[in-house]
């Protein structure tokens, strides 16, 4: 069993910046692939990004690429997740992910992943 547990959620300007963390515990961090998604209001949760245990990332083009960079220390247990140029539109709960890196891609589908934070809320204000 893995617990996450996400923070850095807030209120920003568009424009702005946020840094998203996810603390991990529970299994060795260093064997998961980890990631992110978001949920707005009436919409299905979205694959934001993800990364694997050596490092290798990937982006949500329309969503994230060029303006989302996410990161792990596996020293700290942590996921990170850089938001820079924030839009009203990533006004969303945002959600940390895990499963078990078994050396297959990451998924974009939520179904996928195994283990899921309580979300952390992102709005981003006009």
């Known amino acids: 069993q893995v617990q996450l547990v996400e923070s850095g959620g807030g209120l920003v300007q568009a424009g702005g910046s946020l840094r998203l963390s996810c603390a991990a515990s529970?299994?060795?961090?260093?064997?998961?692939?980890m990631g992110w998604f978001r949920q707005a209001p009436g919409k299905e949760r979205a694959f934001v990004a993800g990364?694997?245990?050596?490092?290798?990332?990937?982006y949500n083009t329309d969503s994230a690429k060029g303006r989302f960079t996410i990161s792990r220390d596996d020293t700290k247990n942590t996921v990170y997740l850089q938001m820079n140029s924030l839009k009203p539109d990533d006004t969303a709960v945002y959600y940390c992910?895990?499963?078990?890196?078994?050396?297959?891609?990451?998924?974009?589908?939520?179904?996928?992943?195994?283990?899921w934070g309580q979300g952390t809320q992102v709005t981003v204000s006009s």
């Open positions: 990364i694997k245990w050596n490092g290798y990332s990937t």
């Open positions: 992910a895990a499963h078990p890196d078994l050396g297959s891609m990451l998924s974009t589908f939520s179904a996928a992943w195994d283990y």
């Open positions: 529970g299994r060795t961090f260093i064997n998961y692939a």
